[in-house]
């Protein structure tokens, strides 16, 4: 899955992007100065212009049967988009070391007592392969058409059976996950600036045709990496790797593609992916973001949530809202932020008022015996 915030990587003085909250407009003559503001304060006026744009464009909704094809058909939605824009539409993320240190280099801890050891099995290559293969990460039946190396006796197994023992980079000491990678603008940032050689990263995506550009890029390595196609609101599709082994979870405008309904379930799933101490990283649209203003009368499939013109959706959140999915989920809030920027276009003399909202929630530490 995707974002559309193109504009949001904008340089600092020096080469090196400062983190944001440290440009201020504090002269409204100089807004053409720079290409983005930080922590630009609305007025009441503006507040309430939004609100009522909002209150406009949400008063006819999408009719029911639309709706229920937007959700059955939603990874041919993507699929379509992903299609038509390959991988020439996003930029890789490099404000992510700024924002989410947890992902740069000398951030891994080793965690002995809590990274499961790999078996000295023949059977974990094979199941590996098997799971390229599919992409998926149930269980494998004697249906299953199988790549040639993985025998009957593996048909019968399946990652939930084989547990601790053998998964893709179970012998890793620091493992990130990051759900809706899209065509990897923020793995291929990760693996070329971390070269730890503990690192694993996995990374997914309802897109079938993101995967596979992920896959075929020239720089992704199996021995350092695993892709594969998932739904997170699909219970019956099991991630590659056992609970409590993951470092830390990157969820970036990835949240808000899926339907509200849905979301508590599928943040509860990843938490329990988390070990103890593990971090969960969002990055997503806030409430009353430029793009939810835009949208048109009869877009609208219920509050705060959308359907753009190729037939992807997109939800925009409030602190609270986020605050309660993971706090529920068993996580303690980090960090919870409005990113709220001012972009504009010096060339065409354009305002854009963008508005993110960053997340960062731990799982508690597992509390030690008196």
């Known amino acids: 899955m995707a974002d559309c915030s193109c504009g949001e990587a904008a340089a600092a003085?020096?080469?090196?992007?400062q983190q944001f909250g440290s440009r201020f407009l504090k002269d409204p003559a100089r807004v053409?100065?720079?290409?983005?503001?930080?922590?630009?304060?609305?007025?009441?006026?503006?507040?309430?212009?939004?609100?009522?744009?909002?209150?406009?464009?949400?008063?006819?909704?999408?009719?029911?049967?639309?709706?229920e094809d937007y959700?059955?058909?939603?990874?041919?939605?993507?699929?379509?988009?992903?299609?038509?824009?390959?991988?020439?539409?996003?930029?890789?993320?490099?404000?992510l070391f700024t924002e989410f240190p947890e992902l740069a280099p000398d951030q891994n801890t080793c965690h002995p007592s809590?990274?499961?050891?790999?078996?000295?099995?023949e059977a974990a290559p094979a199941l590996t392969a098997a799971v390229q293969h599919t992409?998926?990460?149930?269980?494998?039946?004697?249906g299953t058409e199988l790549p040639p190396g993985v025998d009957e006796a593996a048909q019968q197994l399946s990652l939930l059976h084989i547990g601790a023992h053998e998964f893709p980079g179970c012998s890793a000491t620091?493992?990130?996950?990051?759900?809706?990678?899209?065509?990897?603008?923020?793995?291929?940032?990760?693996?070329?600036?971390?070269?730890?050689?503990?690192?694993?990263?996995?990374?997914?995506?309802?897109?079938?045709?993101?995967?596979?550009?992920?896959?075929?890029h020239p720089e992704y390595d199996p021995s350092r990496c695993f892709a594969f196609v998932h739904d997170l609101c699909d219970e019956g599709q099991h991630y590659p790797v056992p609970e409590a082994s993951l470092d830390v979870i990157v969820l970036i405008f990835v949240l808000s593609a899926i339907v509200p309904d849905k979301m508590q379930q599928a943040v509860g799933r990843l938490a329990r992916l988390l070990r103890p101490?593990?971090?969960?990283?969002?990055?997503?649209?806030?409430?009353?973001?430029?793009a939810q203003l835009r949208f048109k009368k009869g877009q609208c499939l219920s509050g705060n949530f959308y359907v753009r013109g190729d037939g992807t959706r997109v939800y925009f959140f409030t602190q609270d809202e986020l605050d309660a999915l993971f706090t529920a989920a068993g996580l303690e809030k980090v960090q919870n932020l409005v990113d709220r920027r001012l972009q504009v276009n010096r060339g065409k003399q354009l305002?854009?008022?963008?508005?993110?909202?960053?997340?960062?929630?731990r799982k508690p530490l597992l509390s030690q015996p008196s």
Not at 76 to 89: L, T
Not at 114 to 121: I, L, R, T, W
């Open 114 to 121: 809590e990274a499961p050891e790999c078996a000295d099995s």
């Open 351 to 361: 305002m854009m008022y963008r508005v993110w909202i960053q997340c960062k929630y």
């Open 71 to 95: 959700e059955l058909n939603a990874h041919k939605y993507w699929n379509d988009f992903y299609k038509i824009h390959e991988n020439g539409f996003f930029k890789d993320r490099h404000w």
């Open 277 to 290: 101490g593990g971090m969960m990283l969002l990055r997503d649209y806030g409430r009353y973001d430029m």
């Open 174 to 216: 620091y493992r990130i996950l990051e759900v809706g990678c899209g065509v990897g603008n923020t793995v291929f940032p990760i693996l070329q600036t971390n070269n730890d050689p503990g690192l694993f990263v996995y990374c997914c995506d309802f897109a079938s045709r993101a995967v596979e550009l992920v896959q075929t």
């Open 13 to 17: 003085e020096g080469g090196k992007r």
């Open 135 to 142: 992409g998926s990460v149930g269980s494998f039946g004697p």
């Open 32 to 67: 053409f100065h720079h290409n983005a503001w930080d922590n630009v304060e609305w007025s009441e006026e503006q507040a309430a212009a939004a609100e009522r744009k909002v209150q406009e464009n949400s008063a006819q909704r999408v009719c029911q049967e639309k709706q």
